[in-house]
């Protein structure tokens, strides 16, 4: 990550041991890794060729010094306000600011305009020079990542792709004028605080800006597919501990002349595929980084540059996730529409520009399409079956309890449509269990969930509770990050109306009381 951001390899290697270990210390995500991640190299890459590696390191502190602050006023929570296809399109942006980066160095392409881009203008390409060696070393790379995994997915593709693509550069045609990674150092350097002698702050602040912003969303979304990780049901992210802690880490990091760092969601996938279950295996990951590297230098100096670029160029186009997009378009077309765009404007106007584009185009599109939730309210009796009055009308039954509101909610609870849910509570006399069926909730957001939280509290200041049921996906990783329903309190978290039916059913044979005639002899 260190080469392809345009610094030197030991950067890559000191970064990732330092703020790997503290990172794996202090986060919020017990089982989370973190490192140079691929997301930073378009932004880390433009500060290097504006302000140098010096201008990096400044960066990196500041950067961490603002994380700290971020997660000290709690601002970890606010990521779940992002809206789903805005985080889509941020994915797919920095795909395509990884392709216009690294094209040209997989190309071998020196001078005219940035090849991703220049792809598109055929009169460009009688401009260019392609370096052969460059293409057929990266071709090898990209061949292994896409071939191996489909004959066994334990394969380490990408290790077997570097190996053979610097095998095969090591002697013959292939290595004549072939860029590699370089000497390494044989320690690690003494920690310092970085100089700010000679740096434009003012010109730097942008760039820091956006840093904070890609570092920080990036590890929240990264804990945040963490906790969905099959198997990991009790993996809950503390998500402002998490931004302190990263801070924390890229502090370190540049105090020892280091790169900015984030939480990697694919290094953490494979940690706990491997059999990691505490923060002792992130920690073993960054000594093992580190004592590697250091061990096997020089094999890792005879690494060619064109190699990391493949590397780098296949992540990028899976970060497009084409197949995705595709499946959001089929189920919304306009939210599809603004990942698509959200995307095109961060290539296009740069990270924080293009991802403000992004938010407000969301916005726009929210404010301006009818919300498309309806809430079905059915009055159930403990064993399902229907209870044919309304709580609305007159009669003796007002002062009776129902035992169940059933609340179905088809479509996306959003700001949108959260009133609805909310108004469509029947009460007084409340129900002493509030059913909240989300199985056709695909999308849920702050204000959605702000709204059933609501719901919950009403419910259990009047004796009641609510039960979730049916959550799936993201909408059932928001509702067990908030914790109101997999805690000690009354309320719940389902996965479908018999488990229901049947917590109802055990919970009245225990307020039932025993009758002489029952009583055992």
């Known amino acids: 990550m260190a080469v392809a951001s345009g610094l030197p390899p030991e950067v890559g290697l000191v970064s990732g041991a330092i703020a790997g270990v503290l990172a794996a210390l202090l986060g919020g995500a017990r089982l989370g890794v973190t490192g140079p991640e691929a997301a930073l190299v378009p932004t880390v890459l433009l500060i290097a060729t504006k302000h140098g590696v010096a201008g990096v390191v400044v960066a990196t502190l500041l950067c961490g010094a603002l994380q700290v602050v971020l997660g000290l006023a709690r601002a970890g929570r606010l990521a ?36 991703a881009r220049a792809l598109v203008l055929p009169a460009t390409w009688p401009d260019w020079s392609v370096h052969a060696a460059s293409v057929a070393v990266g071709a090898v790379v990209v061949a292994c990542m896409l071939a191996l995994p489909r004959l066994h997915r334990s394969i380490p593709a990408v290790l077997v792709g570097l190996v053979l693509a610097t095998l095969a550069s090591s002697s013959g045609v292939l290595s004549e004028g072939l860029a590699r990674v370089g000497e390494l150092p044989t320690g690690l350097p003494a920690p310092v605080l970085p100089s700010f ?89 960054a000594v093992m980084l580190l004592a590697a590297c250091l061990l096997a230098g ?33 189920d919304n077309a306009g939210k599809a529409a603004v990942a698509v765009a959200t995307a095109l404007f961060i290539a296009w106007l740069g990270f924080l520009p293009g991802l403000g584009a992004g938010v407000l185009l969301s916005l726009a599109r929210s404010f301006f399409s009818p919300p498309k939730a309806n809430v079905r309210s059915l009055l159930l009796r403990n064993d399902g079956r229907p209870l044919f009055r309304s709580l609305g009308s007159d009669g003796g039954d007002l002062d009776v309890r129902p035992p169940m509101q059933v609340l179905r909610v088809r479509g996306d609870l959003d700001i949108r449509s959260a009133s609805t849910l909310s108004a469509a509570l029947q009460g007084p006399p409340w129900p002493r269990n509030l059913v ?39 909408v059932e990783v928001m509702l067990q990050q908030a914790g109101t329903w997999t805690g000690p309190g009354p309320h719940a978290l389902m996965s479908t109306m018999d488990e229901v039916l049947e917590d109802l059913r055990q919970q009245g044979a225990r307020e039932l009381p025993i009758q002489p005639s029952q009583q055992p002899t």
């Open 80 to 115: 779940q306000w992002m809206p789903a296809e805005v985080t889509r399109g941020f994915t797919a942006g920095i795909g395509l600011l990884l392709l216009d980066s690294q094209l040209p160095r997989l190309l071998g392409v020196s001078g005219g305009p940035s090849a």
């Open 436 to 474: 909240l069926d989300l199985s056709d909730v695909k999308y849920m957001d702050g204000a959605g969930l702000r709204t059933v939280r609501e719901l919950s509290d009403v419910l259990a200041v009047r004796g009641g509770r609510v039960i979730v049921v049916g959550a799936r996906g993201g």
């Open 197 to 285: 002698e000679g740096l434009d702050l003012a010109a730097l602040l942008p760039d820091v800006l956006a840093l904070t912003v890609l570092a920080s969303l990036g590890s929240l979304l990264a804990t945040r597919a963490l906790d969905q990780l099959p198997g990991l049901t009790d993996h809950r992210t503390d998500s402002d501990q998490e931004l302190v802690a990263q801070g924390i880490a890229n502090s370190a990091s540049a105090m020892f002349g280091g790169m900015p760092v984030m939480g990697a969601i694919v290094r953490s996938s494979v940690s706990v595929q491997a059999g990691g279950r505490t923060r002792a295996a992130s920690v073993l990951h």
């Open 298 to 330: 020089a094999l890792v100096a005879r690494i060619p540059m064109a190699a990391l670029a493949a590397i780098l160029v296949v992540v990028g186009t899976r970060l497009l996730d084409f197949r995705g997009l595709k499946a959001l378009a089929e």
